[in-house]
């Protein structure tokens, strides 16, 4: 049996919500390059893992972030546009965050802007859960992560 016309329209948007996190992860990881050159020469707080190791779990939680997305748009929920403009805000704040740390060394700048992102994030998957649970907890990573980035960010900043 063929795919039909929508089958096939839902394998480009979970295609596009796939790729659109991690090319903004890309994009700011890109645009922050110089500064990645420095963060060996930074003091940091005890925990901190080896650099590669962020480029793995980064790409693991942009997936996930990705496969919430499409959930939630697939789902026909009359709620969706608001978590949806949630989702959106955190992208946003998420891929601003790299050129703020690594691209300018704005250490403490970049710690308040993490908490705002922490905070994006909680309401992001309270508003999820509310739809879809299991998508709620595919991003209880994220925020765990996200949480640890903020003690690496202020162990920096005190540290630096």
């Known amino acids: ?14 295609v596009l919500c796939l790729l659109i996190p991690l090319a903004i992860g890309g994009a700011s990881a ?23 190791m962020f480029i793995v779990v980064w790409s693991v ?20 546009a ?8 955190q992208l946003i704040f998420n891929g601003i965050w790299c050129p703020l740390f690594f691209g300018q060394g704005w250490y403490w700048i970049s710690a ?7 905070g994006l994030i909680a309401i992001l998957v309270m508003m999820v859960w509310r739809i879809r649970k ?14 640890f980035s903020l003690y690496l960010n202020i162990g920096m900043a005190t540290l630096n």
């Open 1 to 14: 049996m063929g795919k039909t016309k929508d089958s096939k329209k839902f394998d480009l948007i979970l």
């Open 30 to 52: 890109f645009v922050s390059l110089d500064g990645f050159k420095t963060f060996g020469d930074l003091k940091k707080p005890p925990f901190t893992p080896e650099g590669w």
């Open 61 to 80: 939680l942009y997936l996930l972030m990705g496969a919430v997305c499409y959930m939630i748009v697939k789902d026909k929920v009359h709620k969706r």
């Open 82 to 89: 608001g978590v949806l403009t949630i989702y959106v805000l």
């Open 112 to 118: 308040v802007w993490l908490i705002v992102l922490v």
């Open 134 to 147: 299991g998508a709620a907890l595919l991003l209880l990573p994220y925020l765990i992560w996200s949480v």
